[in-house]
């Protein structure tokens, strides 16, 4: 019990924190998932307010996007930076570096991504070998057409309470010229229209992740959400872009606790809620 004795401390940042971490290897979605790649993006999230004191919550995520080719290779890497702050709590902090490499095989309709991740997911106020985390994932693609092709693969993570794996598996399908679907389950689900095509899209999404952070006093967060929301886009100068979500996360399950040689958790609670989010983003479509 008494490893547990500053759970009351971070419960109500826990559950804060829970509602509106919307990245688990999610932001990697512009190099493996999605018909497009966002090469510079800085994005807001806020909670409205619940009943919980700490309800006044900012969360600031900014990553760009760099790759080049050398014959049927792509190399890319997209570090990004996290920022995670309750009005009564103590700041989080995320800084990624995922490495990417990209083969398309003889047979062309074939492509593999292997993504390495290195990361350091704490409060920052003293760092320790216990704060880093390394993941990689690999996501394998079949162009079955032009306009439909199957992706399967893995991601792996040493999170704090272990080592999370998970399978994926999805397809990219243009319906139309206006009309998109893009899924990698079970962490991501677009739906895109273009109402004006190149001004204004649409659409509906769905986000399943997991992450984890350190603390100084060496208790860890681990969480798990889903989230779903409509979104618009509006687009400026072709390439620059509005993005405006609302939505529910719901199904949260987390836990906090303390890792000393063996793993000890409790879970905790938080109410499912709103969620609304803000992105200014430098995107490259790829349809």
Known sequence: MQCYSKVSEYKQLVAILYLILTFSFIS???LKSQPWTDLVAVRYINLPKLSEPAANLSWLHTDFTYGF????NVYGL???FEKIAAADGVPVYSLSLPLLFSHTWCDTAWKSVFIVIGRLNSDLKSITGDDYQAGFATIHSYHQSAKF???FGFYINTDYPGIFMLPLA??????SERFLISTLLPTNFIAEIKLVPGKVHAGG???SFTKSFRYESGYYLSM???YSALFTDFYFSGSLVLNAEAGYSFFRNYKTGIRDGNITATGLSAPDGLM????LIYRLRRD
């Open 170 to 175: 999805g397809f990219d399908w243009k319906i």
């Open 224 to 226: 798990r959400d889903n």
């Open 69 to 72: 080719s050398y014959g049927s």
């Open 205 to 207: 999404i769905f986000r």
């Open 78 to 80: 997209n570090p990004s």
């Open 28 to 30: 990697l979605d512009s």
């Open 276 to 279: 609304f989010r803000a992105a």
């Open 149 to 151: 092709k199957y992706k």
